[in-house]
């Protein structure tokens, strides 16, 4: 068994060798477009200038750093007025502290040198944990599918600390569960163990989960839930001085993180404030290029009266969670499903029923304080935030693993994910391109997310303008059976395709009338649906007609009400082709013009 274990270790050490060799000899800028959006332009910012400045503060010369590797720009860069005056990064600088010693050695590659390091460690431990009862086999099937058989290995490409986040949970819960599975095999450390062994198997594994915990939540708050576990666990077991030491150390961990964002900015949050982020003109470029004249205001004040909406999107959000389309775990973390199933069909022990609640506390903390972006925001792929969650599942069921379970999970990865897995890097650039086909365009849309869906990252689908003042509203497409707009009135559709849309308004809709107009092609049957509604209408050759709607109360939220719209012509047409004089190429559907009417 031993042999077969340090083959396993062989393995594994392969696997991450390869992903050395590719973060090693990447060409990270060109694959990324020579393009950096949001956290990844802030983060590579920040490194930088802890790097070459030792500091937190957002200078001319970290402009000049930054345009050398990607001369669009740091879109979407945070930043936030502190002490004196000065401009400082405004994000956690837990994962810029950690990665820039790589990033010093390897240039922008430095920060995938550190990835594969955490990644490697995963691996080693997650092999570790369940060769305990398992074949060493089962073991390596077991990790490998918890990070190749979701997107969490996407992350790994990005400049983000999600697969940093990922890394500390599940070392966290790594520490704390490993002492403990050992003792239920019978398996007490000796006298001849090595000393790695040994403090995995001391209180000093769970002082260290404790620790690093704190640096945890000072990279994402809500992993404060990390400490449900990690307290209770010990107040049932009746040991009340570890569990304050426990406590001591977590609190130590975390207001050294916080306490020094305080005294190097001036503010213990680094995200509240006067905080903006900047798009394409940036503070200090130029003498009349200042801060207060720039950007728009992105803080955390009054998070509250702004981001709490009515407890009935509690509901909605939970359902969307698990399956919704564009951040489901069901389908883009199918592993994390199969575990939770094996946990209930199981014996359960307490450090079990410990880490349900834990995993469950983390997700209603960002459905109810994050519910119009519990997703990480409309440039991500799926739910970025949920990596911080993710390893609660693996560690949640029996340490027995379900061969059928691990099956499964690959089933699923290959009919939802396979394409995201095969092309990482298009599909982060473009995070919406797999829901544009079968079998995402069954699944539900998250409503909720209307503002961040990652369609919203083509600006042409986004926020486009129907209607007439002062009765105006706003689409948001969800696929590509659209053209871009040149007609000011309306859209045409994508020849015979149909075209999925949300109408976004401020008001009540009472009734929706669609003017239509029909390509070239005679005998057209165009269909329109409206909140479950369906209408046909049969046009002939460039010929016009109408259809109205009754839409009902559609979604809404606060002010916000959201109504589902689908429209499609039966036949295409690229008048080029088609028409002696023809001039237009592009394949036409059906243009149509929404005219809205309010409720008096």
């Known amino acids: 068994m031993e042999r077969e274990k340090k083959r396993g270790i062989f393995i594994l050490f392969l696997i991450s060798f390869f992903f050395l060799g590719a973060s090693l000899f990447i060409n990270l800028p060109a694959l990324q477009k020579y393009f950096l959006f949001a956290d990844e332009a802030i983060y590579y910012s920040m490194t930088q200038s802890l790097i070459h400045d030792g500091d937190l503060e957002y200078t001319k010369k970290d402009l000049y750093r930054y345009y050398q590797e990607f001369p669009s720009g740091p879109l979407g860069i945070f930043l936030k007025k502190g002490k004196n005056e000065k401009i400082f990064f405004a994000k956690s600088y837990a994962y810029s502290l950690f990665t820039s010693p790589f990033v010093k050695l390897f240039g922008p590659n430095g920060f995938l040198v550190f990835h594969t390091i955490l990644l490697f460690l995963v691996l080693v431990m997650g092999f570790t944990y369940f060769s305990l009862r398992n074949p060493p086999l089962t073991a390596i099937f077991t990790i490998l599918t918890f990070l190749f058989a979701s997107i969490a290995i996407v992350y790994f490409f990005w400049i983000t600390p999600d697969f940093f986040n990922l890394f500390l949970v599940f070392t966290i819960l790594f520490l704390w569960l490993y002492k403990n599975q050992v003792r239920q095999v019978e398996n007490e450390p000796s ?85 903006r982020t900047f798009y394409f003109t940036y503070p200090l470029e130029k003498s009349n290029l200042t801060f207060d004249n720039l950007g728009s205001r992105m803080t955390s004040e009054a998070y509250w009266s702004r981001h709490l909406l009515p407890p009935k999107v509690i509901f909605y959000n939970i359902f969307y969670y698990f399956w919704g389309r564009y951040a489901g775990i069901t389908w883009y973390f199918p592993a994390a499903i199969v575990f939770l199933v094996l946990f209930f069909c199981a014996k359960k022990r307490i450090h079990q029923w410990l880490i349900l609640s834990a995993l469950a506390s983390e997700i209603l903390i960002y459905i109810i304080l994050m519910p119009d972006n519990y997703a990480g925001g409309g440039g991500a792929l799926a739910n970025r935030y949920f990596l911080n969650i993710y390893p609660f599942f693996l560690f949640l069921p029996s340490i027995e693993k379900s061969p059928k379970g691990i099956l499964f999970s690959w089933l699923a990865a290959s009919l939802f994910i396979s394409q995201i897995l095969l092309s990482p890097l298009l599909h982060s650039h473009y995070p919406a391109t797999h829901t544009k086909k079968f079998p995402f365009k069954l699944l539900p849309v998250e409503l909720t997310l209307i503002n961040n869906l990652p369609t919203n990252t083509n600006p042409n689908a986004f926020r486009q303008e129907v209607g007439k003042k002062p009765n105006i509203g706003w689409l948001h497409f969800l696929d590509d059976n659209f053209h871009p707009r040149l007609e000011p009135e309306g859209f045409w559709t994508r020849g ?27 005998r057209n049957e165009i269909t329109v649906e409206v909140e479950n509604q369906k209408k046909k209408i049969i046009l002939g050759r460039n010929q016009r007609g109408s259809l109205s709607f009754l839409p009902g109360k559609g979604f809404k939220m606060r002010a916000v009400h959201l109504y589902r719209i689908k429209i499609k012509a039966s036949k295409g047409s690229i008048p080029y082709y088609e028409e002696e004089q023809g001039k237009e190429r592009r394949f036409l559907g059906v243009f149509f013009e929404i005219e809205i009417i309010p409720e008096e």
């Open 496 to 522: 015979n395709h149909a075209a999925e849309i949300i109408l976004k308004t401020y008001y009540p809709v009472k009734e929706l009338i669609f003017h239509l107009l029909n390509n070239p092609r005679f």
């Open 191 to 275: 006298e001849k163990e090595n000393i790695l062994l040994r403090f995995l198997h001391s209180d000093c594994s769970d002082y260290l989960a404790s620790f690093l915990a704190g640096i945890a939540v000072f990279s994402k708050p809500p992993n404060i839930v990390l400490m449900i576990p990690l307290i209770l666990y010990y107040l049932v077991k009746k040991k009340f001085l570890k569990t304050t030491i426990i406590i001591a150390v977590f609190l130590i961990s975390t207001f050294a993180f916080w306490g020094a964002n305080y005294i190097i900015t001036g503010d213990w949050n680094y995200q509240g404030g006067e905080r």
